[in-house]
Every structure is written in structure tokens, then in C-alpha cells.
């Protein structure tokens, strides 16, 4: 059955410098999505991306969060100048279409932590 | 902006007792789902409710949807050692891309 994957399983990091994560979404599909879950916290929203623009992206995502579909598989997540509060654990997911109806299905996510 | 609030936050119970989480919205929604998320892992998609009263069931789970669809609850039967992990709601409304979670609740089942 085709998974999203997300790479790397574990990123830590100094607080300041620029991470990047990766995904790549299920191959037909054409909606993508970066979820975050803060420890022990329900599962948070920051940009959903379609056709190589951002569709949609909540008040967490500001200049500091990036998103680019580099090549024809992967889809990233790049935070620019990480702080302390930016720990988290990262949700890639992806749809076949952008309908309220549509299943998203999520990767295995990558665990930020900032030191 | 919209809230989806979940209930009991933690619900620990004896293998073979019933489980029944609450989803409850603020605003009237499109659809639901449920997803399962074990212990480190990831959510997983349980299933969609998109007609208000239904009701699904996958084996154990019992699913439904209010009649307003303003709320949701899922119900286990008989629960497993494996049903461990923390359920979570998530609706999306119209003319939007993203599932706005619930609070979850997290079920521990005792052997």
C-alpha cells in the first residue's frame, strides 16, 4: 500500500540555524500538507500546498516557515531561524484531491527538537 | 476560530470494558473523521462521517454522527490491549484545505 514518508525520522538542532524536513507524499496525489504536534498536544495545521503554491496555511506558519516542491516527489519544510518552542513533532500528509470529504493520509513525521 | 473539543481527555479501562469518546464542535461541519494515533507514531485514518445521523461500524468501533453535525462519538466494544493509543476527531468545513484536530483522547487498556 503507498505511504507517505518523511526523512529524517529525527532532526535536532541549535536554536537559530535552519532545518529543512522532507517528504515525499503518496505519488498520485496532488494536495500536500504540514501538520506539527507539540508533546502531548493534539495535532496542529501550518500549510496545505497544491499546484506549487501555498492553498492554505494558519497563524502558526509565518515568515520564518517555507514550503517548496523541489522536484516531482519531494515536498519540504524548511523553518528558517529555529527557536526553542519550534519542537515538535512534524506531520507530512497528502491527498488525492482538496475536498473537505478527501482522506488525508500521514506520514511517519520527524521529530524537531531545538536545543 | 472554530473549536473541536474532545471528552474524557484519558480514559484507562479494563481489557474487555467499553470506551466512548465525545467530539464536539462549535460550529456545524461538513464532515468528520477519526484518526488513531499509537503511542509515537502517527494518526491514522479510522474512517469519515458525512451524513448527519450516520452511523459506521468497523468491527469493534462503532461510529456517528449527530443529527446537527455539530458532534461525533466513537465507541469500542470489548476493548483490546491493541486499542491502546489516543483518538482523535478532526473536521474541516467548506471551501477549506486543512482538519482542524480535536483535543484527543488518549486510551489505556489494562490486561
Known amino acids: 500500500e503507498p505511504e507517505v514518508t518523511q526523512t529524517p525520522s529525527h532532526q535536532v538542532t541549535q536554536m537559530g540555524q535552519e532545518v529543512i524536513l522532507r517528504c515525499v507524499p503518496i505519488s498520485n496525489h496532488l494536495y500536500f500538507y504540514w501538520y506539527r504536534q507539540i508533546l502531548g498536544q493534539k495535532v496542529e495545521f501550518l500549510v496545505s500546498?497544491?499546484?506549487?503554491?501555498?492553498?492554505?496555511k494558519s497563524e502558526i506558519f509565518d515568515d520564518q516557515f517555507s514550503v517548496e516542491r523541489p522536484d516531482g516527489s519531494n515536498f519540504t519544510l524548511k523553518i528558517r531561524s529555529t527557536k526553542l518552542e519550534d519542537s515538535a513533532m512534524y506531520f507530512c500528509a497528502s491527498s488525492e484531491v482538496s475536498k473537505s470529504t478527501d482522506t488525508q493520509y500521514f506520514g511517519p513525521g520527524t521529530r524537531l527538537t531545538v536545543l | 476560530g472554530q473549536q473541536v473539543m474532545q471528552i474524557p481527555q484519558y480514559q484507562h479501562v479494563q481489557e474487555g470494558e467499553d470506551f466512548t469518546t465525545y467530539c464536539n464542535s462549535s460550529t456545524t461541519l461538513s464532515n468528520i473523521q477519526w484518526y488513531k494515533q499509537r503511542p509515537g507514531g502517527h494518526p491514522v485514518f479510522l474512517i469519515q462521517l458525512v451524513k448527519s445521523g450516520e452511523v459506521k461500524k468497523q468491527k469493534r468501533l462503532t461510529f456517528q454522527f449527530g443529527e446537527a453535525k455539530k458532534n461525533s462519538s466513537l465507541h469500542i466494544t470489548a476493548t483490546q490491549t491493541t486499542d491502546v493509543g489516543t483518538y482523535f476527531c478532526?473536521?474541516?468545513?467548506?471551501?477549506?484545505?486543512?482538519?482542524?484536530f480535536g483535543t484527543g483522547t488518549r486510551l489505556q487498556v489494562f490486561p
Open positions: 478532526a473536521v474541516s468545513s467548506y471551501n477549506t484545505d486543512k482538519l482542524i
Open positions: 500546498f497544491y499546484n506549487n503554491e501555498i492553498s492554505e
